[in-house]
């Protein structure tokens, strides 16, 4: 399976921006569509955003959209997660997924064939 490794996570205030980035590793499975959640201690992982193979589709939670930007890098094992607006509710560990298959959009937990490691996020009022 693909191999994730996030970074990017860090304090902010509420208001402020950070970028997180996935690195994909796993010859085709880097190509594979991928996506954002994030989990907070006693909560469910929450879907966040996705993005198809290409790059071409993206997909937002409601509570994200208009503030949030996945992107794809040019070499397509790169999946970007600009995060403008931060407010304290976006405090979580945020997780870089793999879809399962080639044509599965990994927005929900049961699309998700691998996970990185989680990167913390924390907002501050």
């Known amino acids: 399976q693909v191999q994730l490794v996030e970074s990017g996570g860090g304090l902010v205030q509420a208001g402020g921006s950070l970028r997180l980035s996935c690195a994909a590793s796993?010859?085709?499975?880097?190509?594979?569509?991928m996506g954002w959640f994030r989990q907070v201690p006693g909560k469910e992982r929450e879907f966040v955003a996705a993005?198809?193979?290409?790059?071409?589709?993206?997909y937002y939670s409601d509570s994200v959209k208009g503030r949030f930007t996945i992107s794809r890098g040019n070499a397509k094992n790169t999946v970007y997660l600009q995060m403008n607006s931060l407010n304290p509710e976006d405090t979580a560990v945020y997780y870089c997924?793999?879809?399962?298959?080639?044509?599965?959009?990994?927005?929900?937990?049961?699309?998700?064939?691998?996970w990185g490691q989680g990167t913390q996020v924390t907002v501050s009022s």
């Open positions: 997924a793999a879809a399962r298959a080639a044509l599965v959009i990994p927005r929900a937990l049961s699309m998700v064939g691998s």
């Open positions: 796993g010859g085709s499975f880097s190509n594979y569509p």
């Open positions: 993005i198809s193979g290409s790059g071409g589709s993206t």
